[in-house]
Each structure stands twice: as C-alpha cells, then as structure tokens.
C-alpha cells in the first residue's frame, strides 16, 4: 500500500518562529490532507491540498503532486500551534496517514 | 464543514467488558470511518461504515471484535468487544464530504482498559 512519511518527526520552536513540515508519499494519489491534532485529541483539518498551494491566515501548504510531496508552512507560530500534525493521502476512498510531527511551541 | 458529536468522550472500563461508541452527524453522509489511535501512534482505519450494508473492515480487524452498525445516513456506532488493556486507544469516527474532499473528525473517545 501506499507509504507516508512525515519529517521532521518532532519540533520544538520559540513563539514567533516559522517552520515547514514535509510530508512524502510513495505514490500517485488524488487527496491529499493536513490535520492538526491538538493536546486534547480533537483533530482539526487544516488543508484539502491534492496539488497547487493554498494559504489560510498564518498557515500555507503547497503540494507538488508529480513529485510526491507536500509542504505545511507555519509562519509567526504561537503556543497554540502546538500539537500533533498529520498528513494524510488517498487515492481512492480511504486516507492513509502518516506517524505525525510533534510541534511544541514554548512562550 | 460537518459537526460530529462522539460519546462517550472518555471511559475507563474493566477488561472483559465492552463499550459501545456513538458517532452522530450533522448531515446525511454515504460513508463514515471508524480509526483507532494506539497511545502516542499515528491513525489506524478500522472499517467503513455505508448504510445498508456490512461495514468494510481493514486488514488485522474483525467483525467479532469491532462490530459496526450503521441504522441511517446520520449515526453510528462501533463496539469494542472483550475488551483488554491492549485496547486503550482514542477510538475517532470521521466522516467525509464525497468526492474525495475534506474528511471531518468527531471529538474521539479516550478508553482506557484496566
């Protein structure tokens, strides 16, 4: 099956700080996602992203689909940036996920 | 976006039991996901949902175990079977707009088997 990987696999970033996360995928796929799983546990999707680049406020994703990888850029980070991120892809119903980057943003 | 409510949102139970875990959604949906996520790991598909029919489950879960129902296009539940300590997971139903598009989580259920 497909294969996600997920680098780096853990972060710890002071306030203010950017950051990008790189997720590889092994192959050809059609859905490609960024979740963000706060200390809680709830996940949050962040990015429906399978190519192009799209940008929400302080965060930005790019995926190069030809190339099998994607970008999660995190600018100005603030502690509520802190969790687990997740990048899953798909090529037919179900998403595979990767093992997650752990960020810690200290104040 | 869709809003899923999930119960319970934490139980401990005593092994040899089993718990059953509700996934309520604002809006008709074909197909709802059931995951596990083992403590400190990534997500796990355990099986799909469609009404009307048996869920789909994925390699290393079975029916027995995790039996699924799925009454209409807004509800269901997954019920975790003789259970023991190895089944302490956050348990997350998710659904997904169609086509392929963005998948939307419900709040997770935090067990704890002792």
């Known amino acids: 099956g497909i294969q996600v990987e997920q680098s780096p696999p853990d972060l710890i970033l002071q306030e203010g700080a950017n950051s990008t996360l790189r997720c590889n995928f092994s192959d050809s796929v059609n859905n490609l996602q960024w979740f963000h799983q706060n200390p809680w546990g709830q996940l949050i999707n962040l990015f429906y992203i399978p190519s192009g680049t799209k940008q929400n406020g302080r965060l930005s994703a790019t995926t190069v689909a030809t190339e099998r990888y994607s970008l999660l850029y995190i600018s100005s980070s603030q502690t509520t940036d802190s969790g687990v991120y997740f990048c899953a892809v798909g090529g037919s119903e179900k998403l595979v996920f990767g093992k997650g980057m752990k960020l810690t943003v200290n104040p | 976006s869709a809003v899923i409510s999930q119960k319970p949102s934490r139980d401990i139970c005593q092994r040899g039991t089993s718990l059953t875990i509700q996934c309520q959604v604002d809006?008709?949906?074909?197909?709802m996901f059931w995951y596990r996520q083992q403590p400190g790991q990534s997500l796990t598909l355990i099986a799909t949902a469609n009404q009307g029919s048996e869920a789909t489950y994925e390699s290393g879960f079975v029916i027995d175990k995790f039996p699924i129902s799925r009454p209409n296009l807004t509800f269901s539940t997954l019920t975790v079977s003789n259970m023991s300590p190895e089944d302490s997971s956050i348990y997350l139903c998710?659904?997904?707009?169609?086509?392929?598009?963005?998948?939307?989580f419900g709040q997770g259920t935090r067990l704890t088997v002792v």
């Open positions: 809006s008709q949906v074909t197909m």
């Open positions: 998710s659904v997904d707009q169609g086509g392929r598009t963005r998948a939307f």
